[in-house]
Structures are given as structure tokens and as C-alpha cells.
């Protein structure tokens, strides 16, 4: 069974979002804010990262750059899941060093598929 990091500071993200991945065979280990997301990355090695870009300590674009400069770098595929939908926003999330961008509010219904395709499943 995989597992899935997911670094978000809303609650009811954070609840739906781990939802979706449980029901769907994933696990999920939480980190409420970015300097906890990079510790855990470091520390329990997932197979895949979902990251807010918007967190309360520290931007999730820095969170993105700290993790990839780190000796887990290119291991692990970090998704973006960010309100951040201007026009450009996608692309510069994916120069950044994401595998991939899911834009909120989440669609319960295909935030899963979309995960599975950027993961290549």
C-alpha cells in the first residue's frame, strides 16, 4: 500500500483529502504546516507528497525546494494542491520542481484519478 504525505493547514482539507486517499487503498501521514512536511518527507520517506502551496510557516514553493535539495530528491513525485489558479500559476508550480498541480477547491470525485495519472498509475 502506498503512502501518501499530505502537508495542508486546513482542517477540513486535511480530513477530506485523507479520506479520499484512505478509501481509495493509501495511506496518508499529515503535517499541518511546511517545516513538519520537510521533517516527515526526510523522516518517513512516502511514496508521494499532495502540497498546499499556502501553508502558515513557510511558503510551499520553499517547502518544494527544501525537499528537493535534500538526498530524497527526485525520489519522491510532490503534486501542488493550491487555490493559486492565475493564469501562468501551473507552469510555475511545475518549473518549481512539481510533478504535478491539482487546483481547489477539490473535487472529491476526481482528485483521485487526477493523483493516479500524475503518479502514472
Known amino acids: 500500500m502506498k503512502t501518501a504525505l499530505v502537508i495542508e493547514d486546513n482542517e477540513n482539507n486535511m480530513k477530506l483529502i ?4 484512505k ?3 493509501y495511506n496518508a501521514v499529515k503535517a ?3 517545516k513538519k512536511g520537510i521533517e516527515l518527507a ?15 510557516d513557510i511558503n510551499g514553493l520553499d517547502v518544494l525546494k527544501e525537499i528537493r535539495s535534500s538526498e530524497i ?12 489558479a492565475m493564469s501562468g500559476d501551473r507552469e510555475k508550480m511545475l518549473e518549481a520542481g512539481c510533478n504535478g498541480y491539482i487546483e481547489k ?6 482528485i483521485i484519478n487526477h493523483i493516479k495519472e500524475i503518479l502514472g498509475e
Open 73 to 84: 530528491d527526485g525520489e519522491i513525485p510532490i503534486i501542488a494542491i493550491t487555490s493559486y
Open 18 to 21: 485523507t479520506f479520499i486517499l
Open 105 to 110: 477547491p477539490i473535487d472529491p470525485l476526481n
Open 23 to 25: 478509501k481509495n487503498g
Open 32 to 34: 499541518e504546516n511546511g
Open 42 to 56: 526526510l523522516k518517513e520517506r512516502p511514496d508521494f507528497i499532495l502540497l498546499d502551496i499556502q501553508l502558515p
